[in-house]
């Protein structure tokens, strides 16, 4: 475990100091020698190969070579002075250029000597050439191959960083010296049968060789056992809390499937269940029986069928003499649910109630006094029913949609709605990476919808550009002629609102020119409406009195009109990857052949591009939500912010999927055995837990 000597402030490394111990902090969030330790290289330039000249490409990075220096000679005058040295091998010629530090670097360069030249290779008229490059003098003597050609760390700095001489070979420096010294204060944090049981490196050289290591199998194994260590700590964390919360908390017993359910499920359910939903259906039946309270994550693509699964879950807690709540994280969302549901159970059968910000005070009176008295049975609303003026009678079951634009906090909130607290089922909008999965909701329970309801057609998606935009046209039309109806979605993202509003403007006028009256009806939606005109726009195109709908991006989440069979997204290419993804689960919903077509600007990216072609290619959310991590990284995907995939050193949710279940089976299999990590062989383990969650108290609950 870390000892108390790596908790000291950075300043008092040797060579840091004040004012570069400040920039670190500012820069690189370095406060102290263990998080120094752990600013581990990003990269790793291989130096144990050199290239021939000839053999130099535009677009490599730093590469080796090893020359004779043939010239050298200083030109220019003042600002534009600079030190050219011409070298050349069997192969071709270099040129070496420094436009700073001239005069020292000249002196200690001798024409005819071979040098190891180290640099990032750019053309300049055709001809090879490097800007300031590392210079070392070559003995033909076998030692000096030996003592440098390894692999060199490379470190992530910042220009701030850079004024106090910390480029990356400064702060390679820095950890030279923080293991030079403290090394040996350095302490294994991992009982001996794991690391005996996955052929651990040990942690003082794990974390001597992530910096410094002399080949690439060494490097392979530190960076395996840190990766390990780093997501099995925060494995134990997550099962921890999950334990701890189970011991803590009883759950309400549901153990009737009473009249409710029953008749809902025989006489009105208008389709029967997939399979997936009936499993789905089967492991919440199991939770919400065994006494402790159930903390489940729902995961299932666009159009699985979710809703239904919530709602049968909150006819068993109605069965069973309980309230449910269901929320969402907007309006339009809130309301479309409360009309699924009300669709779904005709009037007289349960009390179904919405609140949202926009519902007048009387009738937000009646909902408390109705929920207090325990007459009403479901509510549904967005934050609003998170207040404290929001009072249940016996809340048993609480769904949250779209979770990953709620925090943890919300979560907890309205656990404290009811003395015993309720069963929460998590819906997610779109599927998420296993590996984050893992980490982020590490103390749920997981259960996945990976089918479609039967008889769906599979969206099909095009990708067209700006030129192609007629065949657009033309295609809206034929299929509006066919009595379907179409969303165009704009883009609206806040940095650039004005812009934005222009395309939505422009967009507007295009379509309405386009599509004119009394022939089409548009409805148009976009955040500066009010709540009232978006809805009652909503309204319009939910009843079938509008063909097109034109909207940014406030259509993204739920809304559900099975007629629509096309959703054209503008600019397609400067959308994420799951936020085209659930634009395009708005289509499909009905029994018709669904179209998506992505317009973009001819001239894109290549993530842009990577982003469009996957969305041609397939309609999986799983795997379109592996890719999505893959282009931006597991910090960038929503919801990650708060859930300490950030605070990852080592391991990487990208590429570590295996590493991490492992991780997590051993916490499992240890926490079975040994609940209270009290047997003499997880002493360790038990220490270095405590040390690591900052003396957190061992019954508190995040
Ligand atoms: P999501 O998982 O995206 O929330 P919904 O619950 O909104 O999906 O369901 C999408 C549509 O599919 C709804 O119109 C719903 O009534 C319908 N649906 C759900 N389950 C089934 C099923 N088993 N068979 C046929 N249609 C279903
Ligand atoms: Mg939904």
Same mark, same amino acid.
């Given at each position: 475990?870390?000892?108390?000597?790596?908790?000291?402030?950075?300043?008092?490394?040797?060579?840091?100091?004040?004012?570069?111990?400040?920039?670190?902090?500012?820069?690189?969030?370095?406060?102290?020698?263990?998080?120094?330790?752990?600013?581990?290289?990003?990269?790793?330039?291989?130096?144990?190969?050199?290239?021939?000249?000839?053999?130099?490409?535009?677009?490599?990075?730093?590469?080796?070579?090893?020359?004779?220096?043939?010239?050298?000679?200083?030109?220019?005058?003042?600002?534009?002075?600079?030190?050219?040295?011409?070298?050349?091998?069997?192969?071709?010629?270099?040129?070496?250029?420094?436009?700073?530090?001239?005069?020292?670097?000249?002196?200690?360069?001798?024409?005819?000597?071979?040098? #190891?030249?180290?640099?990032?290779?750019?053309?300049?008229?055709?001809?090879?050439?490097?800007?300031?490059?590392?210079?070392?003098?070559?003995?033909?003597?076998?030692?000096?191959?030996?003592?440098?050609?390894?692999?060199?760390?490379?470190?992530?700095?910042?220009?701030?960083?850079?004024?106090?001489?910390?480029?990356?070979?400064?702060?390679?420096?820095? #950890?030279?010296?923080?293991?030079?010294?403290?090394?040996?204060?350095?302490?294994? =944090?991992?009982?001996?049968?794991?690391?005996?049981?996955?052929?651990?490196? =040990?942690?003082?050289?794990?974390?001597?060789?992530?910096?410094?290591?002399?080949?690439?199998?060494?490097?392979?194994?530190?960076?395996?056992?840190?990766?390990?260590?780093?997501?099995?700590?925060?494995?134990?964390?997550?099962?921890?809390?999950?334990?701890?919360?189970?011991?803590?908390?009883?759950?309400?017993?549901?153990?009737?499937?009473?009249?409710?359910? =029953?008749?809902?499920?025989?006489?009105?359910?208008?389709?029967?269940?997939?399979?997936?939903?009936?499993?789905?259906?089967?492991?919440?039946?199991?939770?919400?029986?065994?006494?402790?309270?159930?903390?489940?994550?729902?995961?299932?693509?666009?159009?699985?069928?979710?809703?239904?699964?919530?709602?049968?879950?909150?006819?068993?807690?109605?069965?069973?003499?309980?309230?449910?709540?269901?929320?969402?994280?907007?309006?339009?969302?809130?309301?479309?649910?409360?009309?699924?549901?009300?669709?779904?159970?005709?009037?007289?059968?349960?009390?179904?109630?919405?609140?949202?910000?926009?519902?007048?005070?009387?009738?937000?009176?009646?909902?408390?006094?109705?929920?207090?008295?325990?007459?009403?049975?479901?509510?549904?609303?967005?934050?609003?029913?998170?207040?404290?003026?929001?009072?249940?009678?016996?809340?048993?079951?609480?769904?949250?949609?779209?979770?990953?634009?709620?925090?943890?906090?919300?979560?907890?909130?309205?656990?404290?709605?009811?003395?015993?607290?309720?069963?929460?089922?998590?819906?997610?909008?779109?599927?998420?990476?296993?590996?984050?999965?893992?980490?982020?909701?590490?103390?749920?329970?997981?259960?996945?919808?990976?089918?479609?309801?039967?008889?769906?057609?599979?969206?099909?998606?095009?990708?067209?550009?700006?030129?192609?935009?007629?065949?657009?046209?033309?295609?809206?039309?034929?299929? #509006?002629?066919?009595?379907?109806?179409?969303?165009?979605?704009?883009?609206?993202?806040?940095?650039?609102?004005?812009?934005?509003?222009?395309?939505?403007?422009?967009?507007?006028?295009?379509?309405?020119?386009?599509?004119?009256?009394?022939?089409?009806?548009?409805?148009?939606?976009?955040?500066?409406?009010?709540?009232?005109?978006?809805?009652?726009?909503?309204?319009?195109?939910?009843?079938?009195?509008?063909?097109?709908?034109?909207?940014?991006?406030?259509?993204?989440?739920?809304?559900?009109?099975?007629?629509?069979?096309?959703?054209?997204?503008? =600019?397609?290419?400067?959308?994420?990857?799951?936020?085209?993804?659930?634009?395009?689960?708005?289509?499909?919903?009905?029994?018709?052949?669904?179209?998506?077509?992505?317009?973009?600007?001819?001239?894109?990216?290549?993530?842009?591009?990577?982003?469009?072609?996957?969305?041609?290619?397939?309609?999986?959310?799983?795997?379109?939500?592996?890719?999505?991590?893959?282009?931006?990284?597991?910090?960038?995907?929503?919801?990650?912010?708060?859930?300490?995939?950030?605070?990852?050193?080592?391991?990487?949710?990208?590429?570590?999927?295996?590493?991490?279940?492992?991780?997590?089976?051993?916490?499992?299999?240890?926490?079975?055995?040994?609940?209270?990590?009290?047997?003499?062989?997880?002493?360790?383990?038990?220490?270095?837990?405590?040390?690591?969650?900052?003396?957190?108290?061992?019954?508190?609950?995040?």
């Amino acid at each position: 475990m870390e000892s108390k000597q790596f908790q000291t402030p950075i300043e008092y490394l040797k060579g840091v100091g004040v004012s570069r111990a400040e920039a670190l902090k500012k820069e690189l969030q370095i406060y102290s020698f263990d998080d120094l330790l752990k600013h581990y290289p990003y990269k790793y330039i291989d130096r144990t190969r050199f290239y021939k000249i000839k053999d130099i490409q535009p677009d490599m990075p730093y590469v080796q070579v090893l020359a004779r220096v043939t010239q050298k000679e200083i030109l220019g005058e003042k600002h534009s002075k600079r030190l050219i040295v011409q070298a050349k091998d069997e192969t071709g010629f270099l040129e070496l250029a420094w436009f700073q530090g001239i005069r020292w670097i000249e002196k200690t360069i001798i024409p005819g000597k071979v040098y #190891i030249i180290f640099g990032k290779p750019g053309f300049f008229n055709g001809k090879a050439q490097m800007s300031h490059p590392e210079l070392e003098l070559y003995f033909s003597g076998a030692n000096q191959q030996k003592g440098n050609l390894t692999l060199q760390p490379a470190y992530n700095s910042t220009e701030k960083l850079k004024q106090f001489s910390l480029d990356s070979k400064g702060i390679q420096k820095l #950890i030279a010296t923080l293991l030079e010294q403290h090394a040996k204060d350095i302490h294994e =944090n991992l009982p001996l049968y794991i690391i005996n049981r996955y052929r651990l490196m =040990n942690r003082q050289e794990a974390c001597r060789y992530i910096h410094f290591p002399d080949n690439s199998n060494q490097l392979k194994e530190a960076q395996y056992r840190l990766k390990f260590e780093e997501l099995f700590f925060l494995q134990l964390k997550l099962l921890k809390n999950k334990l701890l919360r189970t011991q803590k908390f009883k759950g309400n017993i549901f153990d009737k499937v009473g009249n409710y359910f =029953n008749e809902f499920y025989q006489h009105k359910l208008p389709f029967p269940l997939t399979n997936a939903q009936k499993r789905v259906l089967k492991e919440i039946r199991q939770d919400t029986q065994r006494g402790v309270q159930m903390n489940r994550l729902l995961q299932g693509d666009v159009g699985s069928g979710k809703t239904v699964v919530a709602l049968m879950c909150m006819l068993l807690a109605i069965d069973n003499g309980f309230q449910a709540c269901i929320m969402a994280p907007t309006e339009i969302l809130a309301t479309q649910h409360y009309e699924t549901i009300k669709s779904l159970v005709d009037d007289g059968f349960i009390e179904v109630a919405l609140l949202t910000g926009s519902v007048p005070q009387k009738a937000r009176k009646a909902i408390h006094h109705q929920l207090e008295d325990g007459s009403l049975h479901i509510l549904v609303g967005t934050h609003a029913l998170i207040e404290d003026k929001v009072q249940y009678k016996n809340l048993g079951f609480v769904v949250i949609d779209e979770q990953h634009r709620f925090g943890v906090e919300q979560r907890a909130k309205l656990w404290r709605k009811n003395i015993v607290p309720p069963h929460v089922l998590v819906m997610t909008a779109t599927p998420i990476p296993r590996t984050l999965a893992m980490t982020m909701y590490g103390d749920l329970d997981i259960s996945v919808i990976d089918e479609l309801p039967a008889g769906r057609k599979p969206i099909q998606t095009i990708h067209f550009y700006e030129a192609q935009r007629l065949r657009m046209f033309g295609f809206m039309k034929q299929e #509006i002629a066919k009595g379907r109806q179409v969303y165009v979605v704009y883009p609206l993202i806040k940095e650039s609102e004005k812009l934005d509003l222009k395309n939505l403007d422009d967009g507007i006028e295009t379509m309405s020119r386009e599509f004119p009256k009394p022939q089409y009806q548009l409805s148009i939606v976009h955040g500066k409406l009010k709540a009232s005109e978006k809805e009652y726009e909503m309204q319009r195109f939910i009843k079938g009195e509008t063909q097109i709908m034109v909207a940014t991006t406030v259509i993204e989440v739920g809304v559900n009109v099975p007629n629509a069979s096309v959703m054209i997204i503008e =600019n397609a290419e400067r959308f994420g990857l799951s936020q085209l993804h659930q634009l395009r689960g708005r289509v499909g919903r009905g029994a018709e052949q669904s179209y998506c077509i992505l317009m973009s600007k001819e001239k894109l990216s290549n993530d842009g591009r990577i982003r469009l072609n996957t969305m041609v290619k397939t309609n999986n959310g799983f795997e379109i939500a592996e890719i999505d991590m893959q282009l931006r990284g597991p910090g960038n995907i929503e919801g990650t912010q708060q859930s300490g995939v950030l605070d990852l050193k080592a391991a990487d949710l990208t590429t570590d999927y295996e590493i991490l279940t492992q991780a997590r089976n051993l916490v499992i299999e240890i926490f079975e055995k040994d609940p209270h990590l009290a047997a003499p062989e997880n002493q360790l383990l038990n220490q270095a837990f405590q040390q690591k969650n900052g003396g957190l108290s061992w019954d508190k609950i995040s």
